[in-house]
């Protein structure tokens, strides 16, 4: 009997005995993740996503979904914004414009200057003007009538040196194959008009209109002059307020002395160049009306000025809306868990890093989501950055008539993906913070005790 009683407590001891070292290891886990530093806190908080995966797979696409049409929306904004700049500068103003004090008043034909004063004064300007310029083109700008046997109306003719003109405006690009050439042909008293003219006055290629304008003794004068290019630009306002003519055809019957002009447009290197250009010009041409394109046009340089401001509101706005699903979430998450996180307060998880895990938990959950949905957004926008996005299947061309091209080229550039980027670890980490307050309000022992 004796040997049997010994073999029971024999036994009962090496049953302890486990059961304490598998106490131990659990508690030795336990404690690695309590106190073994940040490293433990993120491989948790990462696990703690995937422990239900349809909820968390619900929010990820709703914040994938909202990120691709949120990046793509910013690119097509930002690209329909800046190429209608950059072609409303490339077409009508170029970066810098001079005039006679008096010509923008009311285009008053007896506002000119002389080409050769303005020629000498640009030679001796400094080397910044000088290495900044590209090229410039000198006009007359005459105001008055274009008729024909079907209507007239008002117009603007620019009296130009074709050469000049093809390398600081791009209208000669918008005139197609069919439609004849930018006043590069030998025909006498050509005239080049856009297809919004051309349908008003209900003329084609090659037929004989007349223009007839104020001469600088208040005298009427009339031209005839025939079709040899129509241009089409994606501006409409512009094409039905302009036509061009060379400068020598329509010169004798002015009356302008030799080399007078009314009109300087200046090409600089790139955009940015007008802020440093401009200021110089107006210190050298004192006396005259010197403008950049954002004075010529102030609304334009507004728009363009409000960019960024619009793609960060935008995406500000879907953020703002996703970011009410992920505090839904992530509170459903720490209300379910709420027996767990009390266990952990209770055997010496601090505040500081449950307030962490859960933080960590809302910031992966929209990183993650946002790469989901930024990648392939950026896929889809790669092929079409050098196609463009042609909006006219389905609206015609009724932006063009308001001044907006209808292919859009749309944008997506370092900068911009840094701005998404931000803005949705802003989101994440805004998120993060009501529900893990609300699981520092947890009481370990309350905790423990619920069912």
């Not at 030799?258 to 200046?266: F, I, M, Y």
């Not at 992920?326 to 009390?342: C, P, Q, Y």
């Not at 308001?402 to 370092?414: D, E, H, K």
């Amino acid at each position: 009997m004796s040997l049997k009683l010994l073999d029971i407590y024999n036994g009962m001891i090496q049953c302890r005995n486990r059961e304490t070292e598998k106490f131990d290891k659990i508690q030795i886990n336990q404690s690695s993740v309590i106190h073994n530093g940040m490293k433990n806190i993120i491989n948790l908080a990462w696990k703690n996503i995937w422990r239900n995966k349809v909820r968390s797979g619900v929010i990820l696409g709703a914040i994938a979904i909202g990120l691709f049409s949120g990046t793509f929306l910013l690119a097509f904004i930002d690209g329909w914004i800046v190429g209608t700049v950059n072609s409303d500068i490339k077409t009508q103003y170029s970066h810098v414009q001079i005039h006679d004090k008096a010509f923008l008043a009311n285009y008053d034909i007896n506002a000119y200057f002389m080409r050769d004063a303005v020629e000498e004064k640009m030679a001796q300007s400094g080397r910044d003007v000088a290495r900044n310029v590209s090229t410039t083109t000198y006009r007359l700008s005459l105001t008055g009538m274009l008729a024909s046997s079907h209507n007239a109306l008002g117009v603007t003719a620019k009296g130009v040196l074709p050469d000049e003109e093809m390398q600081v405006t791009d209208v000669w690009q918008h005139i197609p194959d069919t439609m004849g050439v930018f006043l590069t042909d030998d025909t006498r008293n050509a005239i080049v008009i856009s297809t919004k003219i051309a349908e008003k006055l209900k003329v084609r290629l090659r037929t004989r209109i007349v223009f007839t304008f104020q001469d600088v003794h208040g005298d009427m004068q009339s031209i005839a002059f025939r079709v040899c290019g129509i241009y089409k630009t994606t501006n409409a306002m512009f094409d039905e307020a302009n036509v061009f003519v060379r400068y020598t055809d329509v010169f004798g019957y002015t009356g302008l002395p030799d080399n007078a002009v009314h009109e300087v447009a200046t090409w600089l290197s790139d955009i940015e160049t007008s802020n440093i250009v401009s200021p110089q010009l107006k210190g050298m041409f004192s006396d005259m009306d010197v403008q950049q394109w954002d004075e010529i046009n102030p609304a334009l340089a507004m728009i363009l000025a409000y960019t960024d401001y619009m793609g960060v509101i935008i995406l500000g706005i879907f953020l703002f809306a996703l970011s009410f699903g992920i505090i839904n979430t992530m509170l459903m998450a720490v209300l379910e868990r709420t027996r767990e996180l009390g266990m952990l307060g209770a055997i010496g998880m601090s505040k500081r890093k449950i307030f962490n895990m859960i933080m960590l938990e809302t910031v992966f959950l929209t990183l993650l989501g946002g790469a989901v949905g930024i990648i392939p957004g950026a896929a889809v926008l790669l092929p079409v950055l050098e196609t463009g996005i042609d909006l006219s299947f389905f609206m015609g061309d009724q932006m063009e008539d308001f001044g907006f091209s209808s292919m859009v080229y749309p944008i997506f550039n370092v900068k911009m993906l840094a701005e998404i980027v931000v803005l949705v670890m802003l989101a994440g980490i805004l998120s993060a913070i009501y529900p893990a307050r609300k699981a520092l309000k947890l009481k370990p022992l309350d905790a423990i005790r619920e069912v």
